[in-house]
């Protein structure tokens, strides 16, 4: 019976590892990240997105990022202006909303996306 739970536990491990990340054939990356290395991707060439709403927003944001409302009428069509050819850093409270948004971004022909793991609720940084 251990060997059947340990099988288990191994087989929930590998795949939800392999959901955290990723990469297509064609280069596009869509990866869940640490806190650690979601930080070491800032930069003035990516685009650092919150998707939490604006009174979340307002108590507190990573960076000089940039609000766009999961919950928001012109969420789609604030995400289709972002620049395409640019990294994508996204996050909300907890990583639901910016696990879908990232999703999104995939879908729309982003190239390069990060999520943080965890969301805000899981940055150290504060």
Do not use: H
């Not at 869940?32 to 307002?58: C, H, M, N, W």
């Not at 729309?108 to 793991?117: A, I, N, P, T």
């Amino acid at each position: 019976m251990k060997q059947v739970l340990v099988v288990f536990l191994a087989f929930i491990a590998l795949t939800s590892c392999s959901e955290a990340q990723e990469k297509t054939a064609d280069g596009i990356i869509n990866e869940v990240v640490t806190a650690e290395k979601f930080k070491s991707l800032i930069s003035d060439d990516v685009q650092l997105i919150d998707v939490r709403t604006p009174g979340e927003y307002d108590g507190g944001k990573i960076g000089n990022a940039v609000n766009i409302d999961f919950y928001g009428a012109n969420f789609d069509a604030e995400l289709e202006k972002l620049d395409k050819s640019k990294t994508v850093l996204i996050y909300c409270a907890a990583g639901g909303r910016s696990g879908k948004a990232a999703k999104k971004l995939a879908k729309l022909g982003f190239k390069e996306v990060y999520d943080l793991k965890g969301g805000y609720g899981n940055w150290p940084y504060k």
